[in-house]
């Protein structure tokens, strides 16, 4: 199943361009560069102190095919890997090393840097693939129904958007994996008794997840206590604990208080005192668009640097597959479950709602939905997965044929953006129309089938062993 899943990123890691992730400028020369440039690729600017001649390719890629259009495809990049430019975007650090982002994700990418920018950067990619192809699935522990229930939300969740960024450079692919992987954890964990035999396999996997995640984002930190305190406080609702002790429960609550409220830093809570009046209209607007951000999580934005549009079927399909199974849930969920399923849903939006607003930010412009996915994510699969209901067959085939259509038409868009762009019909032949194409690996159209045909294949195999264990 790893190797299914990592076919299925892998096609999506060669469906896009170099830069074609938001800020891969940044994160290319962060990578290229380090902190005291990384000669021959990179060399500090002699005229300017915090600045670095490194390639165009790398220092900004984008910019030809993003200021031309989506009808433009990725042809323009031709030559731009032999001229050199000037650039401070790239992780700075102080005097104390403390940088901008973790220097971890960056210090072991540049290990992929060769002279052939394009072959490094999807080596990169494949690179990201495999992390998560290979963490995700040992974290899942495919043995139970439950376990198979919070894969098929985490697919669900995942599909298309967050695929296109974990086979990606973008930081965010590492913060999403980890944090997944941490979340798959703490759903096999058993909570009566840390020191049993079972939960050593999810601590080691979360532990893991948890090395990857801190590695590329700041905020993974924060985002893995809420997780916790989530994990911790649905076990308190859960059956088991009614064999607890009175005295045992009281001091379970401990914990939760603290782990609750340690989380509360998570994306600048602490600052809440300070949240002035002038506020409360942007609070106001950004209440009233606040959809758009569960839309944003698959897709309707648009990919890349918001000019690489999915067709609407696509990121459509993909919320309704989510919206079926959310309605199962608080539909057939106890009534306890049902609230811990809407507190986890509320403090998604919570989140989303007050991070734009306390920056001062309109919903749709600056913050983007990739920010949250990291907690969304793993947070819903957890919750869902523990609901205590299961999910019945129809409706696991009915979301498997939803995402694999939304994945395979995304895929296929964003192939066609880069490699002949959308003057051209979506259903051309990707083969005909090549205008830019990796100059090593299989071709377009190849790339597509196998990428479509594998996440196929991996919900196959999901759906057959999910029928093995009802039977």
């Known amino acids: 199943m790893a190797l299914l899943l990592f076919m299925t990123l892998a096609a999506w890691s060669m469906g896009s361009a170099v830069g074609s992730s938001p800020d891969e400028d940044y994160v290319l020369t962060s990578i290229w560069c380090g902190t005291e440039g990384n000669p021959p690729y990179c060399r500090k600017d002699p005229d300017q102190a915090s600045s670095f001649i490194v390639s165009e390719l790398v220092a900004r890629p984008q910019f030809c095919y993003v200021n031309q259009g989506a009808d433009y495809s990725a042809s323009c990049q031709r030559g731009m890997a032999e001229n050199t430019v000037a650039t401070s975007r790239l992780n700075k650090c102080n005097s104390n090393s403390d940088c901008v982002y973790p220097k971890r994700y960056f210090e072991t990418q540049m290990r992929f840097v060769s002279i052939d920018i394009e072959k490094s950067v999807l080596t990169m990619r494949i690179f990201n693939c495999i992390i998560c192809a290979v963490l995700v699935i040992a974290s899942a522990q495919i043995s139970n129904l439950r376990n198979l229930d919070a894969v098929l939300v985490w697919l669900t969740l995942a599909t298309p958007f967050s695929f296109w960024i974990i086979a990606s450079v973008n930081t965010t692919s590492w913060a999403i994996i980890g944090t997944s992987a941490i979340g798959f954890s703490l759903v096999n964990v058993n909570y009566g008794n840390f020191l049993m035999p079972q939960?050593?396999?999810?601590?080691?996997?979360?532990?893991?997840?948890?090395?990857?995640?801190?590695?590329?984002?700041?905020?993974?930190?924060?985002?893995?206590?809420?997780?916790?305190?989530?994990?911790?406080?649905?076990?308190?609702f859960e059956k088991e604990t009614t064999n607890l002790s009175s005295q045992s429960r009281n001091r379970f609550h401990i914990p939760i208080v603290v782990l609750s409220l340690t989380t509360l830093i998570f994306y600048q809570f602490r600052d809440l005192i300070s949240f002035e009046m002038t506020n409360i209209s942007l609070l106001g607007?950004?209440?009233?668009?606040?959809?758009?951000?569960?839309?944003?999580?698959?897709?309707?934005?648009?990919?890349?640097?918001?000019?690489?549009?999915?067709?609407?079927?696509?990121?459509?399909?993909?919320?309704?597959a989510f919206l079926l199974i959310i309605y199962f849930h608080l539909k057939s969920a106890s009534s306890k479950k049902r609230k811990l399923i809407a507190l986890v849903?509320?403090?998604?939006?919570?989140?989303?709602?007050?991070?734009?607003?306390?920056s001062g930010f309109r919903i749709g412009s600056v913050i983007q939905p990739r920010y949250f996915l990291p907690f969304v994510i793993p947070s819903l699969a957890f919750v869902l997965s523990r609901s205590g209901v299961r999910v019945p067959a129809k409706i696991f085939k009915t979301v498997c044929i939803l995402i694999a259509i939304s994945n395979s038409i995304a895929l296929r868009a964003t192939i066609q953006r880069y490699t002949s762009g959308n003057d051209h019909f979506l259903f051309e032949s990707l083969n005909e129309t090549v205008e830019w194409w990796w100059n090593f690996?299989?071709?377009?159209?190849?790339?597509?089938?196998?990428?479509?045909?594998?996440?196929?294949?991996?919900?196959?195999?999901?759906?057959?062993?999910?029928?093995?264990m009802i039977n």
């Open 345 to 358: 849903l509320a403090l998604n939006l919570m989140g989303m709602l007050f991070v734009t607003t306390y």
């Open 285 to 320: 607007e950004n209440l009233i668009e606040l959809p758009k951000f569960f839309l944003g999580i698959h897709g309707s934005w648009g990919l890349g640097w918001f000019e690489t549009f999915l067709p609407q079927i696509s990121w459509i399909f993909a919320n309704q």
């Open 441 to 468: 690996g299989p071709n377009p159209e190849f790339v597509w089938i196998a990428g479509s045909m594998s996440f196929i294949a991996f919900l196959l195999v999901l759906a057959h062993i999910r029928e093995s």
């Open 199 to 236: 939960n050593f396999y999810p601590l080691v996997s979360s532990t893991f997840g948890l090395i990857v995640a801190v590695s590329s984002r700041r905020e993974s930190t924060e985002i893995t206590l809420l997780l916790i305190a989530i994990a911790l406080i649905c076990y308190k």
